[in-house]
T-cell receptor, first 115, second 114 residues
């Protein structure tokens, strides 16, 4: 069965510092992987996704993630944090390949950015 | 092109009442997914619908919850005889086809049961 684990429910960084949000998955088939961001009282916005091909995926707002099959990981990074990056971040895996909207989500990581 | 529209944004119901949550998918999208987000938790899949069909309801509670996506009009998530444990944010997502790997989310309906 597929599952997603996000290490660290809260991460705090200083403005300008590296952002690293960790995500590990388990899947019996090659996964499709996603990172979503949720601002307070808002819906989810897709940051980036991995389906096939290049394992380093670039997304919006300067974020990127690398699919590492050997480590079953899909960590999200951003070289320099901005105050506007403060939000909740969710890693997700597609449960069924032909049902693109049916996802298993991790518990989420709340990112705080200090001035 | 408007995004996924959910209404109401906030809904308060007393225990035992019915809650009806609406979701209008993006234009051209015929696939709708409902998720529930309990406080301090991630989103949990509830149900997947196409027009007039329930494709997968494996995440729906067996009692009191139902969903529909009629030929005309929005998708409806209905919760009968609500209890305090139903208090949560309910999100709808839509996609244009099964082959599409991206679902677009609405802003959610926050249900409070008092």
């Amino acid at each position: 069965a597929q599952s997603v684990t996000q290490l660290g429910s809260h991460v705090s960084v200083s403005e300008g510092a590296l952002v690293l949000l960790r995500c590990n998955y388990s899947s019996s088939v090659p996964p499709y992987l996603f990172w979503y961001v949720q601002y307070p009282n808002q819906g989810l916005q897709l940051l980036l996704k991995y389906t096939t091909g290049a394992t380093l995926v670039k997304g919006i707002n300067g974020f990127e993630a690398e699919f590492k099959k050997s480590e079953t990981s899909f960590h999200l990074t951003k070289p320099s944090a901005h105050m506007s990056d403060a939000a909740e971040y969710f890693c997700a895996v597609t449960l069924v390949k032909n049902q693109g909207g049916k996802l298993i989500f991790g518990q989420g990581t709340e990112l705080s950015v200090k001035p | 092109n408007a995004g996924v529209m959910q209404n109401p944004r906030h809904l308060v119901r007393r225990r035992g009442q019915e809650a009806r949550l609406r979701c209008s998918p993006m234009k051209g999208h015929s696939h709708v997914y409902w998720y529930r987000q309990l406080p301090e938790e991630g989103l949990k899949f509830m149900v997947y619908l196409q027009k007039e069909n329930i494709i997968d309801e494996s995440g729906m509670p067996k009692e009191r919850f139902s969903a529909e996506f009629p030929k005309e009009g929005p998708s409806i998530l209905r919760i009968q005889q609500v209890v305090r444990g139903d208090s949560a944010a309910y999100f709808c997502a839509s996609s244009p086809s099964t082959a599409n790997t991206e679902a677009f989310f609405g802003q959610g309906t926050r249900l409070t049961v008092v």
